[in-house]
């Protein structure tokens, strides 16, 4: 996923929480999540000239801005975890995102680095990896703690976005697997790509059991599926090789950046009418991570189910059709085992 798909996601996550009703926030609060905002946006630049760097060929401008980035995202991390602790949970929400978001391009882009420059710069990417994935996971941790204290009406935005962030994007997974196939990493860095790749597999198995009891907050119409895609992973956890599993959190994504929130309108101070593709740029994979058509077919079906058609047999009749479609998906990429049943 691009990094500026990664930007457009954290300004449609502002603006959909800020539409959300809330109490009025103390100038504490808003001067902390204009600071946050402020760390992000330079670790961004900092992380596009460390590309830009390492194309170049320019390991002292790759290393000098693997700094900046890693400073201002722990900068911006420190200041949203602080907010979590505050009155404001909607505004320390909206931190929290844009800090995750923040720490995913930077994991993103220092592991399709890592194989691409040597020396020290790639030393310092490789070393960069680990810390980085524990920080993005402690955010999105207690980004999930304040699920039970924001508004009801924020809260299935939320919950969208907390499992977008916690199951969604295996490209570090498949950067690091790609980069350790190559056979092109020195030792010593390929034995510290290896330990950043299990903890980062790790973290993903770990958030597919988690995410579980926050599924009745998200909309009805897709607690089944994700349900279901959840029940079966987990059943088969330890197992699932990086390409399976980006093409398991593509699945989840297509679902997710499907979703709307109906009932109200941004006008009358609340929720957008449409969440989009909000989640489409958290999760990374996406339709292009499906075999076949499946993407298309997904899409079609979920936007018959939120108002983008109509479809034969009603509400039922679809989710039916996309059970039974993941069914078939995952059927096949886990051996022809039978997907269990969503809970009813």
Do not use: C, W
Request: net charge positive; charged share 10%.
């Amino acid at each position: 996923m691009s990094h500026s798909h990664r930007l457009v996601v954290a300004i449609a996550v502002l603006a959909a929480l800020v539409a959300a009703p809330t109490a009025a926030s103390a100038k504490s609060s808003t001067a902390s999540a204009a600071a946050v905002q402020a760390h992000v946006v330079k670790a961004k630049k900092a992380v596009k000239r460390m590309n830009r760097a390492a194309k170049a060929g320019d390991r002292a401008g790759v290393i000098r801005q693997l700094r900046v980035a890693r400073t201002q995202t722990a900068a911006a991390s420190r200041k949203a975890r602080a907010m979590a602790s505050g009155s404001d949970s909607t505004s320390a929400a909206r931190a929290l995102t844009l800090t995750s978001l923040s720490y995913e391009q930077l994991i993103a882009s220092i592991s399709q680095l890592v194989d691409q420059v040597t020396g020290q710069a790639q030393t310092l990417l490789a070393r960069a990896i680990k810390p980085s994935l524990a920080d993005q996971a402690q955010v999105t941790a207690i980004l999930a703690s304040l699920l039970d204290d924001v508004p009801a009406s924020v809260q299935p935005i939320l919950a969208s976005i907390v499992t977008g962030l916690a199951v969604g994007d295996a490209d570090e997974v498949t950067n690091m697997d790609a980069a350790i196939r190559s056979g092109e990493l020195p030792a010593n860095v390929s034995a510290i790509v290896q330990q950043a790749l299990a903890l980062a597999t790790q973290y993903i198995d770990m958030a597919f059991s988690a995410i579980k009891a926050i599924v009745p907050m998200l909309p009805a119409a897709v607690q089944g599926p994700i349900l279901q895609i959840l029940n079966l992973v987990t059943n088969t956890v330890g197992t699932i090789v990086p390409t399976v599993l980006r093409t398991v959190t593509g699945l989840i994504d297509t679902i997710l950046g499907s979703l709307p929130f109906i009932g109200t309108s941004a006008g009358a101070g609340g929720i957008p009418s449409s969440f989009g593709g909000l989640l489409g740029g958290v999760t990374g994979g996406g339709q292009n991570a499906l075999p076949g058509d499946s993407g298309n077919i997904l899409t079609d079906l979920l936007s018959s189910l939120f108002g983008g058609g109509s479809t034969a047999g009603g509400i039922g009749g679809i989710i039916s059709s996309i059970i039974g479609l993941i069914s078939n998906l995952l059927g096949a990429l886990f051996g022809g085992q039978a997907a269990p049943a969503p809970a009813a």
